[in-house]
């Protein structure tokens, strides 16, 4: 596609149900990440893949959290049993390979309430 | 691990003015620099980036210095814009394509 394509752009959820926040990459980019924007603060990583390797999970922030992506294609980041500090734009970026910038999607708005 | 500091937090400029964003970092094996605007509610956008092999780039009103050995790295905006009025984010890539990024500053620009 044209762009990081991310899906649903708002997502209201209970506390301690489960979420899967959808990333498309644009088309041909190998790299994929997910950070997390707390309202006024900056990029928090969260997960990386780059092609078939293994991703970096490096940066989640605790078990509830985890992410797929197969091949070079969609990936999907998965809260389980949500909490109210979970609330918080989660931002998909990809890129060409490992020596190019990003380019954001529009994020997904989640709230826990 | 790698830590991007990034100074001031918000800034206030008038229309015309300079605006200087400066930001540190900690791995020496750091080698590439972007900055983001991001604008309200929008997505961040790559506005600049430079590598480790160049210590200037220029693109029109906007420019990025880096200095290795000190390890830090500038934005400067000349002219500056109402329409500049936006958050901006420096960041360093790690190892593979991470990048880590700076907690960001307000610009304001007063017209």
């Known amino acids: 596609g044209a762009g990081v394509s991310q899906s649903p752009s708002n997502k209201v959820t209970e506390k301690g149900k489960d979420v899967e926040l959808r990333c498309d990459p644009i088309?041909?980019?190998?790299?994929l990440y997910w950070y997390r924007q707390r309202l006024g603060q900056g990029l928090e990583f969260l997960i990386y893949?780059?092609?078939?390797?293994?991703?970096?999970k490096s940066g989640l922030p605790s078990d509830r959290f985890s992410a797929e992506r197969t091949g070079e294609s969609v990936s999907t980041l998965t809260i389980q049993r949500t909490q109210q500090e979970d609330s918080a734009v989660y931002l998909c970026?990809?890129?060409?390979?490992?020596?190019?910038?990003?380019?954001f999607g529009s994020g997904t708005r989640l709230t826990v309430v | 691990g790698e830590n991007v500091e990034q100074h001031p937090s918000t800034l206030s400029v008038q229309e015309g003015d300079s605006a200087v964003i400066k930001c540190t970092y900690s791995?020496?094996?750091?080698?590439?620099f972007p900055w983001y605007k991001q604008e309200l509610g929008k997505r961040p956008q790559l506005i600049i980036d430079?590598?480790?092999?160049?210590g200037e780039k220029k693109d029109q009103r906007i420019a990025v210095t880096l200095n290795k050995t000190a390890k830090h790295f500038s934005l400067h905006i000349t002219e500056t814009q109402p329409e500049d009025s936006a958050v901006y984010f420096c960041?360093?890539?790690?190892?593979?394509?991470?990048?880590?990024f700076g907690a960001g500053t307000i610009l304001r620009v007063k017209s």
């Open positions: 970026a990809s890129s060409l390979a490992q020596n190019y910038g990003y380019t």
């Open positions: 088309s041909g980019h190998t790299a």
């Open positions: 893949f780059q092609g078939n390797s293994a991703p970096d």
């Open positions: 791995d020496s094996a750091s080698n590439y």
């Open positions: 430079i590598r480790s092999n160049v």
């Open positions: 960041a360093a890539r790690l190892y593979g394509n991470k990048l880590v």
